[in-house]
């Protein structure tokens, strides 16, 4: 637990002629405030002022702001106002306080109004004076130190604002710590399997790990000495949540995870820094695409630094950062390192690129009115994994890194993107799937006869642009549907002499669409024309049934068939037979396995397996219900594979055992692995389902098979 020495002393540090008094009678005023108040840990409340009022004073602050973190709670919970701080702190201490006490009254969790509102309340506060988010920051940190002592409830909403509000701001304000800090405690509260599992994982490998980065140390410190550089170089793990987001980002595993450490190499030039790349370079074989020069080009957020991936000792790739000590300190304290703080920011200075984009933010709010659009564009700025491009007039956008010339063309007008044909990327045509670099000048070549295809979704980053692709693809699936339904009705009810537009306008078709529970006669005609209804259908409740003909017309045999092909197919269709059916090779469905059709227009109905993939991806209204036929004589072919020690005699008896069940073998591939392991695939025919489960049970008990299974292709 902090006293109020330590702060005092770390204050005096470096900052020897600070106002000492001020600190001391914020600290009485403070403790008496909060008597007789317990925290929820059972501590003395007076505990929390003082942690923050320490962290106020890590991060080298003014005594006005640590005078505020030992004030922060008092006008919210306890008997002081506004107008006592003043009167015996000053106004500037008392203004601090009150910003800090306006925040903390805003949930982010609430609706999109209220969030909006406290956004823009909070850029307010900032811009009056950053310190207030400053101090903001440390109340925060203590809390979520503190997190356990919550109600689990409290500790996922508490947490997870941290990540998606907090964390991002430390990290706006270029504080490194307190964003990596306030990232891993919000990972523990939010995915605390996904974090325990991981922290065991690196502490399992620390001592070896450990070993390892004193011996790149040394390497790296001999190197640079021999070449006259006095340099500082540390080595230490990445914090939690970034290795948990490259596990994601990448989708791997954590063994799979190279540079988890990373190297720091500080000395007092810049050119210093590009002689150390040189030496590092020299010394180990750089990947290529991963040295980044963060000095030529800053951060937004001022952060400073050569990086560089190497393949280290032992053939273990290696992350080093190399940068002088002042740049360090950016890093490490971002806003704090040079801001003058009694000054508050002046929003005309405009040579200030520390405040840019603070200054960016004040404009968004006073713009936009739409809170909605205003949040969109705040999170977007709060969020640096944004690349940012040029319209050909010149104006900036910003997307989602990966986002391609498709999500750039749908954010100037719908249109765009529902015509666009091709990009030019700083005049040169690019294919649509390209990505948007930062600083990227894009053009969209559109075309009339251009639309949008399913491919799209694939590339597409912004939802926007998925939204309205989807909404395109839906919107000319239904009127093709509702056309040919269309044409199958008119057709039908021509060999009848019934007048289709006279159906259509005495409403009967409105009728009938109500019979079948459709909404209206598009949706009538769009069913006919997916297959699921036959004209016959609908005649038949215009007609009597005297008047209709003795052979059922087959539409949707009609529609989707023109290739016929004897009746061998061992599915039903609800509803229809004789049509065309194949079965889809993404899952090769059995008998037995539960199935579905897909009305696939002008190539028949593949039936996939229930729960395939495909399936589930694929617009509703075009599945129809399937079922296995049950014929004993229709055979299908299906591929297994069996692993097993290679032992004499052993593929003999499994070829054998397949007779014997009554499997014929259509082709068989043998291949010996090198642990004198063999892998035997099989296609084989067979009944159904039963019948192939039957087979692998029986071959699973032929000595030396160590696995069967079925393949899916
Ligand atoms: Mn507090």
């Given at each position: 637990m902090i006293r109020i020495g330590d702060i005092i002393e770390r204050i005096e540090a470096y900052n020897?002629?600070?106002?000492?008094e001020l600190i001391q009678r914020a600290y009485i005023f403070s403790a008496k405030a909060h008597q007789g108040q317990i925290r929820l840990s059972g501590e003395p409340y007076l505990i929390h002022p003082l942690e923050v009022a320490g962290i106020l004073s890590e991060m080298k602050l003014d005594e006005q702001t640590i005078a505020t973190g030992l004030l922060h709670d008092t006008i919210e919970d306890t008997f002081a106002t506004y107008t006592q701080l003043k009167e015996l702190f000053g106004q500037e201490v008392a203004d601090l306080v009150e910003g800090v006490t306006k925040i903390s009254k805003m949930s982010f969790e609430s609706s999109e109004d209220t969030q909006a509102e406290n956004f823009r309340k909070m850029i307010l506060a900032m811009t009056k004076d950053i310190r207030v988010i400053l101090v903001k920051l440390a109340d925060r940190l203590h809390n979520m130190r503190t997190l356990e002592f919550q109600k689990p409830e409290s500790r996922q909403r508490i947490a997870q604002e941290t990540l998606e509000i907090y964390a991002p701001i430390a990290n706006r304000l270029g504080i490194e710590w307190l964003k990596s800090e306030l990232e891993d405690l919000s990972f523990k509260y939010i995915m605390t399997e996904a974090y325990q599992s991981l922290e065991k994982k690196i502490a399992k490998s620390e001592k070896e790990r450990n070993r390892y980065i004193e011996f790149v140390i040394r390497i790296l410190r001999e190197k640079l000495m021999e070449n006259g550089i006095a340099a500082e170089v540390s080595g230490r793990p990445k914090h939690l949540y970034s290795i948990f987001k490259k596990m994601q980002s990448q989708n791997i595993e954590f063994s799979d995870i190279y540079d988890i450490t990373a190297f720091r190499v500080i000395v007092n030039t810049v050119p210093e820094c590009y002689e150390v790349l040189g030496i590092i370079h020299n010394l180990w074989t750089p990947i290529p695409g991963k040295f980044k020069d963060y000095i030529a080009l800053p951060k937004a957020n001022l952060y400073q630094s050569l990086h560089t991936t190497v393949i280290g000792p032992k053939g273990e790739r290696i992350e080093i950062q190399i940068r002088t000590h002042e740049m360090h300190q950016v890093a490490e304290m971002g806003i704090a390192a040079h801001w003058k703080y009694k000054e508050g920011i002046n929003l005309d200075e405009k040579d200030d690129k520390r405040f840019r984009w603070l200054r960016q933010l004040f404009e968004y709010q006073k713009d936009l009115k739409n809170n909605a659009e205003f949040l969109e564009t705040i999170k977007i700025d709060l969020f640096p994994d944004e690349v940012f491009v040029f319209t050909p007039t010149g104006e900036v956008k910003e997307f989602p890194r990966g986002s391609t010339p498709i999500d750039f063309a749908y954010s100037i007008h719908t249109e765009v993107g529902n015509h666009c044909k091709g990009a030019k990327v700083n005049g040169r045509i690019v294919p649509l799937k390209y990505l948007l670099h930062n600083g990227d000048s894009v053009e969209i070549i559109t075309h009339p006869q251009a639309h949008p295809s399913k491919d799209w979704l694939k590339i597409v980053k912004t939802s926007r642009a998925r939204t309205k692709i989807r909404q395109w693809i839906k919107t000319q699936e239904r009127e093709q549907s509702i056309q040919l339904g269309r044409d199958l009705l008119e057709k039908e009810t021509k060999r009848y002499a019934v007048s289709f537009n006279k159906l259509y306008k005495d409403g009967a078709l409105k009728e009938i669409a109500e019979a079948f529970s459709l909404q209206s006669v598009d949706d009538l005609l769009a069913t006919i024309g997916y297959g699921k209804i036959t004209p016959r259908q609908v005649i038949r409740r215009i007609l009597p049934p005297e008047k209709l003909e003795g052979e059922e017309s087959k539409p949707l045999k009609k529609i989707i068939s023109k290739i016929k092909r004897k009746d061998q197919s061992p599915i039903l269709i609800k509803g229809v037979d004789n049509v065309m059916i194949k079965l889809a090779k993404?899952?090769?469905?059995?008998?037995?396995d539960k199935i579905v059709g897909f009305i696939t227009r002008g190539r028949g109905i593949t039936v996939h397996k229930a729960n395939c993939e495909k399936v589930l991806d694929c617009d509703p209204q075009r599945l129809i219900e399937a079922k296995w036929k049950?014929?004993?004589n229709i055979r299908h072919s299906v591929r297994i594979q069996t692993a097993c020690t290679d032992r004499r005699g052993l593929l003999a008896e499994i070829t054998k055992e397949l007779a014997s069940q009554g499997a014929d073998i259509l082709s068989a591939h043998a291949q010996i692995t090198q642990d004198h392991h063999a892998v035997n695939q099989f296609v084989i025919s067979i009944k159904d389902l039963k019948h192939l489960n039957k087979i692998i049970r029986a071959l699973s008990h032929i000595k030396g098979v160590t696995e069967v299974k079925r393949l899916q292709a």
């Open positions: 020897p002629d600070y106002d000492e993404c899952c090769n469905p059995l008998p037995g049950m014929d004993e």
